[in-house]
């Protein structure tokens, strides 16, 4: 069976089994937004393990979790290497038959995210799924400035400069422990190269749920500058080199042209 799998789900009710999902948080000095993004996991329909892994913060992080999560018994806080090595700490705490990742900067569009995650892994064809997702305003979370909508899943999208949005992307915990977690080396581009070795090369199968998942802060490195963007585009290329696979010519500069569109969208929807 090949990864090129369209499905859409709409429906809010859920039956049969459905898998235990675990979220990941990784967070260092993040007192303005953790609030935020553990009252959306905690306000799921649908409930969830949620894997904290601090990077011993010192602006008063860790009170606000034991605040809203006195009972949370997987919070690790310690010096990390990074955003990916705490993620990776995260996947292999975890005990969910699904993981998602969830920054702290970000929040779930709305309480039924979880449950409709949940009906996709109730289908055992799937190992991975992922969303829409809009990049809002850091202070006022409703204003939309950017309006990412993935579409359906093609495996040969990728050689077209897309990509799921990371935030949205749920996968089966035995894919990590099967095709490995994220690479430190590859910098920022390490949830593009971790896509590229479960989606490309690893065909692992996929689902799409046609509507926005995730409500992202604005805000990032990788975009701020020219110097960033081209450094940028050299690490997404070595992503491509490190799993043996040759993206076209066009590839890697029409990836970034498709945040352009992104643009034009958020002001059209937060228009309309």
């Not at 799998?5 to 089994?17: D, E, I, V, Y």
């Not at 606000?64 to 705490?86: F, H, N, Q, T, W």
């Not at 569009?109 to 799937?126: G, I, Q, Y």
């Amino acid at each position: 069976m090949t990864g090129n799998m369209n499905f859409f789900f709409s429906a809010n009710t859920l039956t049969g089994s459905f898998p235990a999902i675990s979220i990941i948080t990784a967070v260092l000095n993040g007192i303005r937004t953790i609030r935020d993004c553990i009252g959306s996991v905690k306000g799921q329909v649908y409930p969830a393990e949620h894997v904290i892994i601090d990077g011993n913060s010192t602006d008063g992080t860790l009170d606000v979790i034991s605040e809203c999560c006195p009972s949370l018994e997987k919070v690790v806080s310690e010096p990390d290497r990074g955003i990916y090595d705490a993620m990776n700490k995260g996947v292999r705490l975890a005990t969910g038959d699904v993981i998602g990742i969830l920054n702290a900067d970000d929040i779930y569009a709305h309480s039924n995210v979880l449950a409709k995650v949940a009906r996709v892994f109730a289908d055992e064809r799937f190992d991975a799924c992922y969303g829409d997702l809009d990049y809002v305003d850091p202070v006022d979370t409703v204003r939309v400035l950017r309006s990412w909508r993935a579409g359906a899943f093609n495996q040969k999208s990728f050689y077209w400069g897309w990509m799921p949005p990371h935030p949205t992307l749920f996968v089966r915990r035995k894919v990590y422990e099967k095709y490995g977690d994220f690479k430190l080396d590859m910098g920022s581009a390490a949830d593009y190269e971790l896509m590229l070795r479960f989606i490309v090369k690893r065909e692992i199968r996929v689902g799409y749920i046609p509507e926005v998942l995730v409500n992202m802060r604005y805000g990032g490195v990788s975009t701020l500058t020219l110097r960033n963007r081209i450094a940028a585009n050299r690490m997404d290329r070595r992503a491509w080199e490190v799993n043996g696979l040759r993206p076209y010519p066009w590839t890697l500069w029409v990836k970034p042209l498709r945040k352009i569109g992104q643009f034009l969208l958020g002001r059209l929807e937060s228009r309309g």
